[in-house]
């Protein structure tokens, strides 16, 4: 009689193994339908719109949207030699240009504009006047950003060679930063009077209470587009290209203006 339950008994565990394969491959299946993971390379200013933008295609998509935020310069060269991910924000067109030339993107979109404005503290204690003829001054501590490395840098470079004072400013720096971050902290630590950097950072809740801005006539900082590119080496390109319409979109730049970004 022990022996009679033995075929019912495998063809239980037959049975109960079957379903635990089942099961697995069903999960398998399940974390590879999630698995799809974008990289999006975005200069560092515009790091929050870009997050918030990203947290909408995620839930749309069923995705995940890692983001890497240097200053433009940095990200870049990181483009160029890992040859890796999805989109590329740059803080400045010229990147995009550059990205184009050299068939790194394929497609792009306009998402905004930002604008270099001089920047001080708050109240404007000194009574600095906007004219970036004061980087050069001696009686301010100045503090601009590295052409080198990021897309603020690459605009003072500009703005201050088209007036003749880019070395004599330099020269006045008490220091060079990477991006737009390190010239915020410099005015938050209280260790700058004066910085060129982007007009977004100063309307930001954040850095409000501290900083002020001194606008600069159109002639010298004009307003500087935001161009969104697709990488030719995508994995995701139908979701990048989701991410690229819904940052273009009304809603899109309803967002991009929150954080300080002037609408296309």
Not at 185 to 214: C, F, G, Q
Request: include cysteine.
């Amino acid at each position: 009689m022990k022996y009679q339950g033995l075929p019912i008994m495998k063809k239980f565990l037959f049975l109960l193994l079957a379903g635990i394969f089942v099961l697995s491959g069903c999960q398998k299946a399940a974390k590879q339908e999630t698995s799809k993971e974008l990289l999006i390379y975005c200069g560092i200013t515009m790091i929050m719109p870009v997050q918030e933008i990203a947290k909408i295609i995620e839930q749309q998509e069923n995705c995940t949207i890692k983001i890497t935020k240097q200053g433009t310069g940095s990200l870049l060269s990181s483009i160029k030699a890992n040859r890796v991910g999805d989109l590329f924000l740059p803080g400045s067109e010229s990147y995009i240009k550059t990205c184009i030339a050299e068939g790194l993107v394929k497609e792009t979109v306009a998402v905004g504009y930002n604008r270099a404005a001089l920047i001080v503290q708050k109240g404007n204690p000194l009574h600095i006047t906007p004219d970036v003829k004061n980087l050069t001054s001696k009686q301010y501590r100045v503090v601009l950003g590295s052409a080198e490395n990021g897309s603020i840098g690459q605009e003072t470079k500009r703005i201050l060679s088209s007036l003749g004072i880019y070395q004599e400013a330099l020269d006045n720096s008490l220091f060079l930063t990477t991006d737009s971050k390190g010239m915020v902290k410099a005015i938050l630590d209280k260790n700058a009077d004066l910085a060129l950097n982007w007009h977004a950072t100063s309307v930001w809740d954040e850095n409000r209470p501290y900083m002020d801005e001194l606008p600069l006539d159109d002639g010298i900082a004009p307003s500087q587009r935001l161009v969104l590119g697709l990488l030719t080496f995508s994995p995701y390109p139908d979701i990048a290209r989701r991410f690229m319409e819904l940052a273009s979109s009304e809603q899109g730049q309803e967002i991009f203006a929150r954080y300080g970004f002037m609408g296309k």
